[in-house]
């Protein structure tokens, strides 16, 4: 059966769903005659009911319970189950007790007996079912909102509580302040074991606090100027010990206790920035090496010049000062050119040290013995009222270095210290063996993992700001008053250490102290034990006159022309050439015998030791003795040397020059008659001892 539609205008829409054409007419009558201002709709079966009820929808059902496509109350549960919201009410032919609560059950609101009597009761009974369906929903919409309600609040507590372990178990250091007074409302645990202090004795106080004077107003500024979101940093704050750590903040604004706030996060940059400090010094300083080294030899190169023909002159004018008064005037102005000149020498000796250009007399050596070496010269240096204390340890291992070199370090190091504390204090040197490892050397930006012997010079004095120990190592940085430091001790030491493979670090803190730490890379090679050999009385003062020829290969004019003075000067015969090939043609071409070898090593076109390799083809045995302004590794990246060779350091002195070369020629002439000294080999490449660099 289809639905059929009422004309007029209904207010209630009143769906029948009823196969029996007289039911349906029964029910048509009542709800004509009931007061009830309807719409009705009628269909036989279940299922054009539903379709009816999905297209039009109703107030009411009124559902019998006899349908051909359901049994019983069927219909009733289908219906109720699918439209919650459409009242019911069932309509049967027999008035049966248990029926009616069974449809009740079923979902329907009412239940309603067809016949003539339904005629007063059919408008009752929809307006019932209506109200109480109403009644029914408003309840169930009432519950449900008061459900959601209690939920939303539950959740609501579940989130703050989520935020709360947030913001306790965070493990950056967080808090938020009060923007107006600086006042911390909340600190989590992170925060409180960040500065050392119990979360309580933060609460309520002012976060200047843990700032460090001078960045307290950064701070306040920040906040009461900040945007909504904001990083700041890096800022120096105090922890409960005492510690500066740097931080960077990061910030945003909320409403916290209905008051205006900011919730800080905190960010230890400490260690990051002292490596990032660590890694610009060394950066700079490397530089800097390149700059003083590469002045400091070409003014090497015309420093001995200057000392030598000043040396000359000298030398030429003495005699007749000593007989004649009006000399004399002239030999003291030469005397002042020549410890001007040395002075000068001795600040490029400390350049060329700095920028590790120095040559070395490297030696495998025990630094405790250094230490005690020095000890006395040390104890004279510092002041009476302070201690020196020498702590060295029981178990040192071998460093390769050179003992001179160490002993400067000992020496500036003191003097240092010496300086820091004016009015007297503790002095203490340590050494101890310490092996760094892969996590040690990643905390410290240049240093490598391996095994060190440890230096330490530890004062009680005067300290230095982070600002000083950030330019501590550059040559001429001093805080000295004028005339009282050159700036150059500790460049002198960097430069020393770090050409040792060493690395070398600053502590200090103002008031407190300072301790320099030097480390030398051990190494498995056994001491040198030999005693250093007398040098050999060797006559070489300007009287004595030697008749041997040399020859001699310099490239740069001016030395070669002084060094060829010098020589000619002290009798003997020089055969000079501009470079390696030069050299080789005039040995061919000279007639009598060649006596020694005096090359440059870094020369144009053939360096000096593949001329030596040259002329012992046709000079076997011939001395030869190198000159050179580098340092043993530049040496080493332009040319090789065997060991074991004679190699003189720039600026050429007088009277290392002809010490030198008397030492060789008078060996060489001792070997020739049968002596047993071993001549200098220059083809001797694989000697295994390390090369004995002669520095006169
Ligand atoms: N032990 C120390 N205590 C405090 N400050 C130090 C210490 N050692 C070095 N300094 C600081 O480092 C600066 C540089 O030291 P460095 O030894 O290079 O030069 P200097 O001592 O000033 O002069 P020079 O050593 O050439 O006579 C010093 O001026 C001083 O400010
Ligand atoms: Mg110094």
Redesign the pocket.
Request: charged content about 10%; aromatic content about 4%; hydrophobic content about 35%.
């Given at each position: 059966m289809s639905a059929t539609t009422e004309p007029g205008i209904p207010r209630l829409r009143v769906l029948l769903v009823e196969d029996d054409p007289d039911d349906v007419l029964l029910c048509r009558d009542a709800i004509a005659h009931s007061n009830l201002n309807c719409h009705l709709a009628v269909t036989g079966t279940l299922l054009e009911a539903a379709e009816c009820l999905d297209r039009e929808g109703a107030d009411v059902a009124l559902v019998d319970l006899s349908l051909p496509d359901a049994e019983q109350l069927e219909a009733v549960t289908i219906l109720a189950q699918r439209f919650t919201d459409l009242p019911i009410v069932v309509l049967t032919g027999l008035l049966d007790e248990q029926t009616a609560a069974r449809a009740l059950h079923a979902g329907a609101e009412d239940y309603l007996v067809k016949g003539p009597g339904s005629r007063d009761s059919i408008g009752r009974a929809v307006h019932y079912a209506i109200e109480r369906k109403r009644g029914e929903q408003t309840r169930r919409a009432k519950d449900a909102a008061e459900a959601a309600k209690t939920r939303a609040e539950r959740s609501a507590r579940e989130l703050e509580r989520n935020y709360r372990q947030l913001f306790d178990c965070s493990p950056y250091p967080m808090y938020v302040l009060d923007t107006d007074t600086f006042a911390f409302l909340e600190i989590n645990d992170a925060a409180a074991a960040f500065y050392g202090y119990p979360r309580h004795s933060l609460l309520g106080q002012d976060v200047t606090r843990l700032c460090l004077a001078e960045d307290v107003a950064v701070l306040t500024d920040a906040i009461a100027t900040a945007a909504t979101a904001q990083r700041w940093g890096p800022l120096r704050q105090v922890k409960h010990d005492g510690t500066v750590v740097e931080v960077t903040v990061t910030s945003h604004m909320l409403s916290f206790d209905g008051r205006d706030a900011r919730c800080m996060v905190i960010e230890d940059i400490t260690e990051r920035e002292r490596l990032e400090r660590r890694l610009r010094q060394s950066q700079r300083l490397e530089s800097l090496g390149q700059l003083a080294g590469g002045v400091a030899h070409d003014f090497n190169n015309l420093l001995g010049i200057i000392l030598g023909y000043a040396t000359m002159c000298a030398q030429e004018v003495e005699e007749s000062a000593q007989t004649d008064p009006r000399w004399q005037a002239l030999r003291d102005d030469l005397s002042q050119i020549l410890q001007a000149g040395d002075r000068a020498a001795n600040l490029t000796r400390q350049l060329l040290s700095f920028a590790r250009a120095e040559i070395a007399q490297t030696q495998v050596i025990d630094l405790n013995t250094i230490v005690t070496g020095v000890d006395q010269l040390l104890r004279r240096t510092v002041d009476e009222g302070i201690r020196m204390n020498i702590d060295l340890t029981g178990n040192p291992w071998l460093v390769k270095a050179d003992p001179g070199q160490i002993e400067q370090v000992l020496l500036?190091l003191v003097?240092?210290?010496r300086?820091?504390m004016p009015t007297g204090g503790v002095l203490t040197i340590a050494t101890d063996p310490i092996t760094i490892d892969e996590h040690a050397a990643a905390n410290h930006s240049d240093t490598r993992p391996g095994r060190y012997m440890r230096l330490r010079v530890t004062?009680t004095?005067?300290?230095?700001s982070q600002a000083?120990i950030d330019r501590?190592f550059e040559p001429f940085?001093?805080?000295?008053p004028k005339g009282h430091?050159?700036?150059?001790?500790?460049?002198t030491i960097y430069g020393i250490v770090t050409q040792a493979g060493g690395h070398i670090h600053i502590n200090?803190q103002p008031g407190v102290g300072?301790t320099?730490t030097a480390l030398f890379p051990a190494t498995h090679e056994t001491a040198d034990n030999a005693e250093p050999q007398a040098p050999e009385q060797t006559d070489t003062t300007h009287q004595a006159r030697y008749h041997e020829t040399i020859l001699l290969a310099e490239d740069e004019d001016s030395l070669r022309l002084l060094t060829e003075r010098i020589l000619t000067r002290h009798g003997y015969t020089v055969i000079a050439a501009g470079n390696g090939v030069e050299a080789t043609e005039a040995a061919q071409q000279h007639p009598g015998g060649i006596d020694l070898l005096l090359t440059d090593v870094v020369m144009p076109h053939l360096n000096g030791h593949d001329l030596a390799i040259r002329l012992h083809a046709t000079h076997p045995g011939l001395p030869v003795i190198y000159m050179s302004g580098y340092a043993e590794p530049l040496l080493a990246a332009r040319t090789t040397l065997p060991a074991g060779v004679t190699l003189l350091s720039k600026p050429i002195v007088e009277q290392h020059i002809l010490a030198a070369i008397r030492r060789a020629l008078d060996a060489h002439n001792r070997h020739a008659t049968g002596h047993v000294d071993t001549p200098p080999n220059v083809e001797n490449r694989n000697q295994p001892s390390p090369s004995e660099l002669s520095r006169p």
């Open positions: 500036n003097v240092n210290a300086d820091a004062d004095g005067t300290g230095m000083t501590a940085f001093t805080t000295k430091g050159t700036g150059l001790g500790l460049a200090s300072t320099i």
